[in-house]
Structure formats: structure tokens, C-alpha cells
């Protein structure tokens, strides 16, 4: 169990404090992996493949799984793979929680445009020009 943890904290460690201050958010940080990717690809054998910041991580750590083979008890391949794993999380729980805000922000549009359409059948909304006064407010 303690190896383990200490395997944990070194992949925290690594994803959370090191790299990060080196290559800063790692979604936006593999994000711009997978757009020059794209452009190499072009480039290189002139198609368009769509690569994004999940893919990154995913190739990312088959790298290290393909070093894995050649060097299994290499510890710094176990570590970097969990971290890019981490890293593969971290993008899809933005992409969830990016998801869920737009569906928030849906609800609210589509509130306030039913609200509008409400309002429009108001006289007030229906010819703006016209003020119409309360006692009750104008007191």
C-alpha cells in the first residue's frame, strides 16, 4: 500500500507541480500537442487527421507503453504513464464540466427567451414608445 502512495505522490508531484510550472495546464498544454501534430501530419503526408488534447495524452502514453516493453522495470515509464492518464482525466472532466455549463447556459437562454416572448405579448412590449405609469410606483 505505501508504494503505491509513493507512487501517487510522485505522479501528483510530477503532473501537479513540476511539469505544470514547466508546461503550464496540462488540457491546454496537449491541446496545442494534438494542433501542431495535426500540422506535422499535413505536412508531412498532406491528409488532415483529427487529433485532439484526449488523443495527445492517449499517444502520449502509448509512448511509454511502448517503452514499457523494452524496459518493464523502469519506474520513470510506470510514473509518466499514470501522469499522462491524470493528464487524459483532467481533459475529460473539463470536457464534462464544459458540457454541463453549456447546458446550463442553454437553459438560461432559453429562459430568457421564453421570458421575452412573454413580455411581447404585454402591451408595454408591444409598442415600447408608450409609459405607462403606476401610482403605486410613481408615489
Known sequence: MERRSEALDEIRRCVCMDRCAT????EDNFGDIAHVWRWWIKARHGIEVPIDALDSAEMMNLMKS???????????????????????????????EEQEMKKELDGLASAVADHGDK???????QNPMETIYEPSLCS
Not at 515509464?77 to 472532466?93: L, P, S
Open 23 to 26: 508546461h503550464g495546464d496540462a
Open 66 to 96: 511502448t517503452r514499457k516493453a523494452k524496459t518493464p522495470l523502469h519506474l520513470d515509464h510506470w510514473i509518466d504513464g499514470g501522469g499522462y492518464n491524470v493528464c487524459g482525466a483532467g481533459i475529460v472532466k473539463k470536457h464534462l
Open 119 to 125: 413580455e411581447m405579448k404585454s402591451p408595454i412590449a
